[in-house]
């Protein structure tokens, strides 16, 4: 079985510029989330989506977006690009069942992404 | 706001012991958790959930949870040195997001 794969794994952007990230989640998987790590902290919840409806955004700026689509792979776009946006991104995905447990996260390799 | 504390480490055994790994949640009300292992330049891996007061065992790993007290452990018995990684404690009460702690660094000695 395919895990959850993210593409690219390595990306080096200028300040100002503007970056897609994209993630493929285990097939099954309706939901898909977003994290953002930076070296030394946990990761901290950019986006969840659920049948390509955003269920809950954390505290980042507007700059930050993202969509799912219809086969439920998920793109997250950065504008504006900071030179604190460089970071691990994370995309997790996760099953739920009839009864709504859930069985955990699967996160995928991570784009590493530098701005520079 | 929620939050979840861990200990940054490095929490450093020999091989063979025991590793114990702390977090405590601010949440009164969380009532799920998870533990990941990340290992150096890699992502995070699912070891195992707990939802209840009390021990929860698999394999080598037990989880603890307290809910009194607001504590989170996991405990490694028969530690490697293949065990070496960032641990991170989630709360994943929330309807969708996880929580996670900065996570505690495990090194074990050969």
């Known amino acids: 079985d395919a895990g959850v794969t993210q593409s690219p794994t390595h990306l080096i952007k200028t300040r100002g510029q503007q970056v897609t990230l994209r993630c493929s989640p285990i097939?099954?998987?309706?939901?898909v989330s977003w994290y953002q790590q930076v070296l030394g902290q946990g990761p901290q919840f950019i986006f969840q989506?659920?049948?390509?409806?955003?269920?809950g955004r954390g505290n980042f700026p507007d700059r930050f977006s993202a969509r799912q689509f219809p086969n439920y792979s998920s793109e997250l776009n950065v504008n504006a690009l900071l030179l604190g946006d460089s970071a691990l991104y994370l995309c997790?995905?996760?099953?739920?069942?009839?009864?709504?447990?859930?069985?955990?996260?699967?996160f995928g390799s991570g784009t590493r992404l530098t701005v520079v | 706001q929620k939050e979840v504390e861990q200990n940054s480490g490095p929490l450093s055994v020999p091989e063979g012991a025991i590793a114990s790994l702390n977090c405590t949640y601010s949440?009164?009300?969380?009532?799920?958790f998870f533990w990941y292992r990340q290992y150096s330049g890699k992502s995070p891996e699912l070891i195992m959930s707990?939802?209840?007061?009390g021990d929860k065992e698999d394999g080598r790993f037990t989880a603890q949870l307290n809910k009194a007290s607001q504590y989170v452990s996991l405990l490694i018995r028969d530690s490697q040195p293949s065990d070496s990684a960032t641990y991170l404690c989630?709360?994943?009460?929330?309807?969708?997001?996880?929580?996670f702690g900065t996570g505690t660094r495990l090194k074990v000695l050969a």
């Open positions: 989630a709360d994943t009460s929330g309807t969708y997001k996880y929580i």
């Open positions: 707990i939802y209840s007061n």
């Open positions: 097939s099954g998987h309706k939901s």
């Open positions: 949440d009164r009300v969380s009532q799920s």
């Open positions: 997790a995905s996760s099953l739920h069942d009839l009864q709504g447990k859930d069985y955990g996260y699967t």
């Open positions: 989506y659920y049948e390509k409806e955003e269920r």
